[in-house]
Structure formats: structure tokens, C-alpha cells
């Protein structure tokens, strides 16, 4: 057979093989993956992973990588891991023929530092199984293309396989991504299994495989906003006063949970958090992430209590599983203020949710063994867990879902008393999820949402720039308590140390405040005060994601079931020329889920880019103001109303004519009758 490959690919990896490299001791590693696959399959996957590697290679690899999908359900290509750090240096470093070509290196590389990679040999970011691609190879021929891309070219990326790199315009994004796009009949976690074992699918989670993620930082500021929205709508908190003398009870310190207790301490309350795995809580303390540590239950207890008497902020993180905090919390009669869960409950049978009873190093032992009997343990646990959590209701505790799909997996194992209709999960749960409460009508109804950017100098005296700069234009746009709230935020973000890896910085802001600050940040780069600045958001905002579990959960109009908000954003963005753009599958509650999306924009100083800001920033937001606001949403039909009369003659929202209740009951009533 003639390999036609052979005659017409310049961009491949490198013939000879690279050394298999030294995998330092000490890192977390990925718990092996599930995934059912026949023989056929299996031999299938091994055909699919040679696709990168010169068939002179194909022996020797092809047995390299049956054993890798033996032994961990998936074929990561570790030999092709380059060997010691990675991470993002500044950008000067990378080769490239465009500025994106090397920006969007220098973003990749932040998403697998050891510093803030979950399982950084697995590729992955965050959210236990949230990856940057697929496996080594893709990394390599990645980058080969980024540094042959050029201005008038885009390179596709499907599921972390670079397809190819095609012709298209200087105000054309460089890179469009997709990850998990599945057909609607397959679209569920066993067929995504298998072909994420196939080697064909990636799970992107949100910034992981859009190459978006800035460290646990990128959480900070919305749980700091949660917690303290939740304690003024809650707990009657007047919008001047923080949590102090409030306690706060959750579960996890991994890649986005680690956000948990720093948002506390930020917000004044005193908290504990569970964390099974003590290599986590090491990284959290050592980072100054959580104020202290321990492994007894009572003596978490008193340092909480001490410090809610006194009403000074600590976070506790407790080395146990958070089911028998609770319990031990209930049984010493303690009143808990707020209370949530951060443990990877999208994948609970994954190991994203480690069973009460089981130690962490015995969750990852049975997940491997006997994943049948894993399930069982999970979903005893969960129901316990969700009986402990109506306890603490009862006695008055305000519990959200924060986002990770807790509810639903209790609902999975076969609660039906969690849903609100007390028989599915149409209408929802019994407790209301942060988007729903706080987050949804607070903040996205009005476009605010987690704006972040990169200084791929690496040099933070350019944060300290830009965060200065974005201080100021707040400060001058002080309209509402959001407003302030920003404003505090940005203005001790030196303070808090809250970077982990490369120079970012995460800043809630509307749509405005998005396209202004940007603006602005661009001007500096062009008038030589900064570096190149690269420009992002979480997928997690306004209009970036159609999740009714989540980030839809407060659309009511019947419409939360549907993804269009989603596409129709990234779309735009396309159109629009962001510099690289990202759709996925999934998001932060698992596979069928969720749709949702989210941007690069490396401001290089010009003029195009000031155009596509102007254009792309509003679009970005305004898309999910526009269908809150059609779904009757206040906060966001008022936002509408006020963009229409600022952007009068090129923008306009189609705004709802809202009918009375009452009239339309009488309606029903009249054709019954
Ligand atoms: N609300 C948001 O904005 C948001 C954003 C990103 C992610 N998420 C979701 O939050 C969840 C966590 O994300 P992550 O990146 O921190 O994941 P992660 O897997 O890195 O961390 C979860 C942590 O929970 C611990 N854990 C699991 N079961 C436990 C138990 N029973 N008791 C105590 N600790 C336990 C694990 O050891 C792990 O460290 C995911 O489901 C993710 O999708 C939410």
C-alpha cells in the first residue's frame, strides 16, 4: 500500500523517537479510565494513536500503547512528554511566524505547569478529567503548528487532534477549538468513554481544552462573589459588611475546589473544607490557600470556632471525607452558617467522588478493581451525604450546589426526593444552585461575568499595571454594589497573592467594563507600558454556557434544555475575530450536560485589534444578556433596555412584552370552561 502520508505531510512529529522521560516522584496521577472496549476497539485505539508515529516506529510503539490503554484506559503517549517543566514562559521564548502563534503556547504550557496541573502527565488541568488534548503527540504536533502558523492561516483543533492548518484572513481567528461535540444519540458519558478511549474525543471541561485556565485563581473571585451575595441575600449581610463571625462548610481543595477556602478568607467567614487527598492540601497550604491544617475533627472545629467568635477569617482544611465532617458537625450541635460541595461530582464514578468509608488511597485502589463495587460505595454515600445536608437545612443552613453537579448525582444514585417535582430533574432540585440564587440574577443577568488576561511577558510588574489601570476605570464607573465589590477585588489582588503560574489576573466585569478595560490594556501595550496582554474569560459567564444544571439554571422560560446561546456566542466570536475560540462538550457538569465556549485575544497594540474588541467584547456578554432578558429576566431586561439606548443605531435587543400571570390563567380556565 503507498502511504500517502509519507509524501504529502511537512508538519509531523519529529521521525526519531524521543527518549521515554523520567517521571518525577511526588506528582498526582490519573486514576485509570473507564471504558469498556472490545478487542476490536482496543486494536481500533492502537491504529488510531499510531496515526502520529513513522510506521518505521509502529512495532515498538503500537505494544508501548497497548500497554498504556491497558493499564490506564487511555492512551496518553508518555514518551512523547517532553521531559522536566513545563511551563508558560514568557513569550519571547516560543518560536512562531504570528503573535498568536506564540501566545497561544505560552497559554497551553500555563494550563500543564506542575503548579497547576491536577494530573499534569495526563494532560490534565483541572475538574478531574478536564484536559488540555488527548495525549502527547497532539501536544507536540500542536506546537509544531503554532510555530508554522502564519496571519492568514487557522488551525483547526478537534478534540485535541490538529487537524490541519487553512487559508483564511488576518482578521480570521488563528485557532478554532471543539471538544466532546457529540451526536445527540451518543451524546452520554459511556459512549463519550469509549471514544475518549478510541482516542477521538476530548473532554475539554471548560478553560482546560480552550486553554483558558489561570490556576485556581480563576474560581477566587466567583466564589468570593457567591459566598458574599449568599451572605447578604441569605443571611442579611448589608452590602458594606463582609462575612466575619459567619462559618462556612464545603468539600475539596483540587484544581478549582482549591479556590474555596482563599474566597472565604477574602469574604471574612470562618470555614472548614474536607480534602481526602493530603498531597492537595499540602499544595493549598504551601500556596498560603488555606490558613491551617489537620486531620482531627475536633481540632478543625475549635480553630473554626475560635475564629467565628472573633470574627476573624480562617480556612481549615480538614484531611478526612467531608460525610463525616458533617456528621461530627451535626452530632457537636454546630451552626453552620453556609454550606456547598466542591467535589468532582460531574464524574462521581470516575473518582471524582471519593465514598465515605474509603480512604483516598483506597478509592483509587477499588476504582481500579472493582469499579462495579465502587459505584455502590458511591451512591450509599451519597445519599447519606444528602440526608446530612437536609439535617443541617432543618436547623436553618443556607446550602447551595456549587456548580459541580452534586445534586444531580444524588438524584443519579436514585434520590427522586431532591427533584423539586419530587420525580425528575425537569424542573430542577430542592435546593437551588449558586446560578440560580445568586450568581444568575446578581451577576450574569447584568453581564458581569469572569473576565481575565495573561501578561505573556511573565513579568508582574505588568499585572501590577494592569491591575492599576482596571482599579481606575472602576473606580470611575461606580454604579452598583458589583461595581464596588470590583473594585475591592482588583485593588488588593496583589495583596491576597493570588497567582499560580503565569502573571493573570481575574477581574468580574459587564460588558463595558469588558470592552473599556480591554481597550485600555491595548492602548498601554501600544504606548510601550506593557508586554503583549492576552485577553480570556472562563466558559463559565453571562452567554458562554448552556447548562440548566448550572450556568442556565435561573432561565426560566422552558428554554434552559436548549444549547443555542452557546454556539450562537462562539459563532459571533468567530465572526467577530477573536484570536482562538473554543466550543465543548460537558463543561463543569459532565457530558450532555452542557454546552459551552469561550475565547482568546492577544492585544499586540494595533488598531485591528482595537476594531475587533470594539465588535467582539460586547458581542461576547450581550449575547447572554439578551437571551436572559427574553427570558424575562429583570436585572437583565433592564440591562437590554439601557445597552439599546446606548448603542442606538448599530446594536438592538428584541425585549419581551411580559404577561400577567393572572391573565393568563383566566385564559386556561376560560377554554376549560
Ligand atoms: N462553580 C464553578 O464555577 C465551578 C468551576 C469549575 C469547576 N466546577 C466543578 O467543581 C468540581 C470540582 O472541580 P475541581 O477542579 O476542584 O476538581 P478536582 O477533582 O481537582 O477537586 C475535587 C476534590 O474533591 C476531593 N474529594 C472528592 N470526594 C471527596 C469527599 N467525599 N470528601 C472530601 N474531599 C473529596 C478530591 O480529592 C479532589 O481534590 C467539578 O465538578 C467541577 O466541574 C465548578
Redesign the pocket.
Known amino acids: 500500500m503507498i502511504d500517502l502520508s509519507q509524501q504529502a505531510t511537512t508538519l509531523q512529529l519529529d521521525h526519531d523517537l524521543p527518549e521515554y522521560p523520567p517521571m518525577e516522584p511526588g506528582y498526582r496521577r490519573a486514576p485509570r479510565r473507564e471504558s469498556h472496549l472490545t478487542e476490536a476497539d482496543k486494536a481500533l485505539a492502537i491504529k488510531n494513536a499510531l496515526r502520529y508515529i513513522h510506521p518505521d516506529h509502529h512495532a515498538r510503539m503500537a505494544r508501548e500503547f497497548a500497554q498504556e490503554l491497558e493499564e490506564h484506559g487511555r492512551i496518553y503517549g508518555y514518551r512523547f512528554r517532553p521531559a522536566g517543566k513545563i511551563y508558560g514562559k514568557p513569550i519571547d521564548a516560543y518560536k512562531g511566524n504570528c503573535i498568536e502563534g506564540r501566545a497561544i503556547q505560552v497559554m497551553i504550557d500555563n494550563n500543564l505547569d506542575f503548579d497547576v496541573a491536577?494530573y499534569p502527565y495526563e494532560l490534565t488541568t483541572?475538574?478531574?478529567t478536564?484536559q488540555v488534548c488527548q495525549n502527547w503527540m497532539q501536544y507536540r504536533l500542536i506546537k509544531k503548528y503554532l510555530e508554522a502558523l502564519t496571519d492568514e492561516q487557522t488551525l483547526v483543533v478537534m478534540s485535541g487532534h490538529p487537524l490541519g492548518l487553512f487559508r483564511s484572513h488576518r482578521l480570521a481567528p488563528r485557532v478554532i477549538i471543539t471538544n466532546g461535540l457529540m451526536v445527540g444519540t451518543f451524546d452520554d458519558q459511556e459512549n463519550f468513554n469509549r471514544a475518549a478511549a478510541l482516542g477521538v474525543a476530548n473532554y475539554g471541561?471548560?478553560t482546560a481544552g480552550g486553554w483558558m485556565y489561570i490556576g485556581p485563581q480563576g474560581?477566587v473571585h466567583?466564589?468570593f462573589n457567591?459566598l458574599l451575595n449568599a451572605g447578604r441575600l441569605k443571611l442579611g449581610i448589608p452590602n458594606d459588611k463582609n462575612l466575619a463571625g459567619k462559618l462556612f462548610i464545603s468539600?475539596?481543595?483540587?484544581?478549582?475546589?482549591?479556590a474555596q477556602g482563599k474566597a472565604a478568607m477574602i469574604a471574612g467567614a470562618a470555614s472548614i473544607i474536607?480534602?481526602?487527598?493530603d498531597s492537595?492540601i499540602d499544595t493549598r497550604f504551601t500556596q498560603g490557600w488555606v490558613s491551617h491544617r489537620t486531620a482531627d475533627l475536633g481540632e478543625a472545629l475549635r480553630i473554626a470556632l475560635d475564629h467565628r467568635k472573633a470574627g476573624e477569617p480562617c480556612a481549615v482544611a480538614y484531611n478526612?471525607?467531608?460525610?463525616d465532617l458533617l456528621e461530627y458537625l451535626y452530632e457537636q450541635d454546630v451552626h453552620v452558617d453556609l454550606m456547598s460541595d466542591?467535589?468532582?461530582?460531574?464524574?462521581p464514578y470516575d473518582g471524582?467522588?471519593?465514598?465515605?468509608g474509603l480512604t483516598?488511597a483506597q478509592r483509587t485502589e477499588m476504582l481500579d478493581k472493582d469499579p462495579e463495587t465502587f459505584r455502590t460505595w458511591v451512591d450509599r454515600?451519597l445519599h447519606h451525604?444528602y440526608e446530612m445536608i437536609c439535617r443541617f437545612h432543618e436547623k436553618g443552613t443556607y446550602f447551595f450546589d456549587?456548580?459541580?453537579?452534586f445534586l444531580k448525582a444524588v438524584y443519579d444514585s436514585g434520590v427522586r426526593s431532591v427533584c423539586k417535582n419530587g420525580e425528575n430533574d425537569l424542573d430542577g432540585f430542592v435546593f437551588p444552585s449558586?446560578v440560580e440564587d445568586i450568581l444568575g440574577p446578581q451577576l450574569f443577568d447584568f453581564g458581569y461575568g469572569p473576565f481575565r488576561w495573561c501578561c505573556l511577558s511573565r513579568n508582574p510588574e505588568d499585572l501590577d499595571r494592569t491591575d492599576a489601570a482596571a482599579a481606575e476605570y472602576i473606580k470611575s464607573h461606580n454604579r452598583r454594589y458589583q461595581d464596588y465589590d470590583n473594585y475591592v477585588w482588583v485593588r488588593d489582588a496583589k495583596k491576597n497573592k493570588l497567582v499560580v503560574g503565569t502573571q493573570c489576573r481575574i477581574l468580574y466585569q459587564d460588558a463595558m467594563g469588558r470592552m473599556n478595560i480591554a481597550l485600555k490594556f491595548n492602548e498601554m501595550v501600544r504606548n510601550g507600558q506593557i508586554g503583549p496582554v492576552i485577553l480570556g474569560r472562563?466558559h463559565?459567564d453571562t452567554g458562554g454556557t448552556d447548562a440548566p444544571f448550572?450556568e442556565t439554571s435561573n432561565i426560566k422560560d422552558g428554554s434552559n434544555i436548549m444549547a443555542d446561546m452557546a454556539t450562537q456566542c462562539y459563532a459571533g466570536n468567530a465572526a467577530r475575530g477573536m484570536s482562538y475560540i473554543a466550543l465543548h462538550n460537558g463543561?463543569?457538569?459532565g457530558i450532555g450536560r452542557a454546552v459551552n465556549g469561550g475565547f482568546g485575544m492577544v492585544l499586540d497594540g494595533s488598531e485591528r485589534v482595537d476594531t475587533i474588541l470594539r465588535m467582539a467584547m460586547p458581542w461576547d456578554t450581550m449575547v447572554g444578556v439578551a437571551r436572559r432578558s427574553w427570558a424575562r429576566n429583570e436585572n437583565a431586561m433592564a440591562t437590554a433596555a439601557e445597552y439599546n439606548r446606548m448603542n442606538a443605531g448599530t446594536d438592538h435587543i428584541t425585549m419581551p412584552f411580559v404577561a400577567d400571570d393572572a391573565l393568563v390563567a383566566q385564559a386556561l380556565k376560560a377554554v376549560k370552561a
Open positions: 491536577l483541572y475538574g478531574e478536564g471541561q471548560m474560581i466567583g466564589t457567591t468539600a475539596g481543595l483540587g484544581g478549582m475546589s482549591g474536607a480534602e481526602v487527598d492537595r478526612g471525607n467531608i460525610v466542591q467535589t468532582s461530582c460531574h464524574v471524582g467522588y471519593c465514598p465515605q483516598f454515600s451525604h456549587y456548580g459541580n453537579s449558586y472562563d463559565h448550572r463543561g463543569g457538569t
